[in-house]
């Protein structure tokens, strides 16, 4: 970040302008006490710039991170390695722009790695189109909800007992501010549900994640028989795209509607974000489809070319008739994906796919041999869930003061009993055998 000073004429100047008396009284509406009241101890005013980033950085030291420590952690958020080359290529000023696309004459590179994005996207999820992405996978498939409503003309979405904890409410609360109904499922920790006894005539989409929120991998076919003989849509989420690397694609078992969250291609952790949602669909639904649409065509020479189409957004049209108040898209992210997934290929995909189910293979019969430990799962791809014979958050405390982050307790998503002793452990390529022993030697401690 550029140093950019200010003098005390140019704080005043803008301080008049936005009309406020002093810069105190912008944190006006943060509570009282979780203002800091006086410098942070040790940093003066006046120091060197060396000084400075040695101080920062002691403090960045403190906080514990997933390639600090032995790290475990999922729930939606998986860590991988994402090659150099990525993060080089991303940078080139070619790529490195904020500008939109809407000129297609001087926006031909963008354009087509975004065709390059749809097309990848598209074989992934064994869909016939995709966008050029979105916000996030939470987003994504409010966005798919509000999509089936519009295909069907109805207004009531079923919502799996598996479906990650931050999508359910994301599509709550939008349910309740644009006017649509929800029906969500009992917590499904056994992977046991049965969504066709809540369909009806009303129903105009079910959500299912797949792997589910707990780590179980699902055969939708029958499901997807049973939504479209009730007139409705299913909408398959899938909250790790590496597993589609390994297991069948939504669309190949029945899917009308895909969406993903992308991180785990191209995009590192971090602290939230930013991260790419993934949206697919059936060719015949295209022109509902939310967000940009990068198509090829070709000029008046019938040299190949890539223009935005069917954009029926709020921007283009009136605002009654738009099919999503999105009107951009992940592009630096979605590029990242786009090239990482060009450097693995199918093989290396399928390759890298395999090495994050041995390897959570490998850790789940050991963790599951540990005394009061017990493997719920009867299938998953790289994350599980154990039900341990105390709360789960204590444990995972413990574990964490003995610097390793060994999951995610269920307990701090949903707020139920019964998920008090559930704890979801991922492991991906990146995980050693190492880890693996740090883990299980922490957990029998900790157990004890």
Avoid at 51 to 58: C, D, K, Q, S
Avoid at 262 to 272: K, M, R
Wanted: with cysteine; net charge negative; proline share 5%.
């Amino acid at each position: 970040m550029r140093y950019l000073p200010m003098t005390e004429v140019d704080r005043q100047a803008m301080l008049a302008k936005i009309g406020v008396p002093s810069v105190e009284s912008l944190y006006a509406d943060v509570p009282n006490g979780a203002l800091q009241k006086a410098p942070i101890a040790g940093l003066s005013n006046h120091m060197a710039e060396m000084e400075v980033e040695r101080f920062i950085g002691a403090m960045a030291r403190k906080n514990v991170g997933t390639n600090d420590v032995p790290s475990f952690l999922g729930a939606g958020a998986y860590r991988h390695h994402v090659p150099a080359s990525v993060d080089h290529l991303i940078q080139r000023g070619e790529f490195l722009t904020s500008y939109t696309p809407y000129q297609p004459e001087v926006a031909q590179g963008t354009l087509q790695y975004l065709f390059e994005f749809q097309t990848q996207v598209a074989l992934l999820t064994g869909m016939d189109v995709a966008n050029a992405s979105m916000y996030d996978g939470a987003t994504s498939t409010t966005e798919a909800v509000a999509m089936a409503n519009r295909v069907t003309r109805r207004k009531k979405a079923i919502l799996s007992g598996g479906l990650h904890p931050h999508y359910r409410e994301v599509v709550e609360t939008h349910g309740r501010h644009t006017g649509f109904e929800t029906v969500s499922a009992p917590l499904d920790a056994t992977g046991k549900e049965d969504l066709g006894q809540l369909l009806g005539p009303d129903v105009s989409c079910v959500v299912v994640q797949n792997p589910s929120f707990f780590g179980h991998v699902h055969d939708l076919k029958a499901l997807a028989d049973a939504v479209h003989a009730a007139g409705a849509l299913l909408i398959v989420v899938v909250t790790e795209i590496v597993s589609l690397g390994l297991i069948t694609p939504p669309g190949e078992m029945g899917a009308d509607i895909v969406t993903a969250e992308g991180q785990s291609i191209g995009n590192p952790l971090g602290f939230g974000g930013p991260y790419v949602g993934l949206f697919a669909a059936r060719e015949k639904f295209l022109r509902q489809m939310p967000g940009r649409l990068a198509g090829q065509t070709v000029d008046v020479d019938g040299r190949r070319g890539w223009v935005l189409t069917l954009s029926t957004r709020e921007q283009h049209i009136r605002r009654e008739k738009a099919t999503s108040n999105i009107c951009t898209n992940s592009g630096l992210c979605a590029l990242a994906f786009t090239i990482h997934m060009s450097l693995l290929g199918e093989t290396g995909l399928n390759h890298l796919a395999r090495l994050n189910h041995a390897y959570a293979s490998v850790l789940a019969d050991r963790l599951a041999a540990i005394p009061g430990v017990k493997l719920i799962n009867d299938s998953f791809f790289n994350e599980f869930t154990l039900q341990l014979p105390k709360p789960a958050i204590s444990v995972v405390e413990a574990l964490a003061q003995r610097r390793i982050l060994g999951g995610v307790p269920v307990a701090r998503l949903v707020n139920d009993k019964a998920a008090e002793n559930l704890l979801l452990v991922a492991a991906t390529e990146l995980t050693t055998e190492a880890e693996m022993d740090a883990l299980e030697a922490g957990l029998k401690e900790v157990l004890k």
